[in-house]
């Protein structure tokens, strides 16, 4: 029997870095915000999530009442230098996804690199749209993290 939509296992490797003109921990707490209770969609719709920030702990958006998603268990937590996170994230389907946000001081600021490696029966469009999922997601930390630095709201 042949299946009606016939799937392929791919892998994906996205990697994105960014100068955050922000201290290391203040990078870090945005890091948090934004795929905590700070997540938004492009478009502005506020995508909540809770990330209990400890080894083995959860990263998931609570509906309410018993409903969720949940998107994966944090892997490495060293604050405020590394967070890792593996789980299906957002792939109602077989795969697995691994994200890690790693930081350091650099320029007077945060050096923040993502890496998003995935395995399994992931749609050509999924592949193709979280490219810039995560591009919206390292503006979204910035702008939290220049939210508190007292000389950017000057500016």
Not at 113 to 131: C, D, F, N, S, W
Request: with cysteine; aromatic share 8%.
């Amino acid at each position: 029997m042949t299946p009606a939509h016939p799937e392929t296992v791919r892998t994906l490797l996205i990697e994105r870095a960014v100068h955050v003109a922000a201290p290391l921990e203040v990078t870090f707490a945005a890091v948090l915000a934004e795929v905590g209770p700070e997540s938004q969609m492009p478009d502005g719709t506020a995508f909540p999530f809770v990330l209990e920030a400890w080894p083995g702990g959860r990263w998931y958006r609570d509906l309410g009442r018993g409903a969720g998603h949940f998107w994966g268990h944090v892997q490495v937590i060293k604050p405020p230098t590394l967070l890792e996170i593996c789980g299906p994230m957002f792939m109602s389907y077989p795969a697995m996804n691994f994200i890690q946000y790693r930081l350091a001081e650099a320029g007077g600021g945060t050096s923040l690199k993502i890496t998003h490696r995935a395995m399994g029966l992931i749609p050509t469009e999924h592949a193709q749209g979280v490219q810039s999922g995560w591009d919206h997601g390292l503006k979204r930390i910035a702008e939290i993290a220049l939210r508190s630095v007292p000389s950017a709201r000057s500016r």
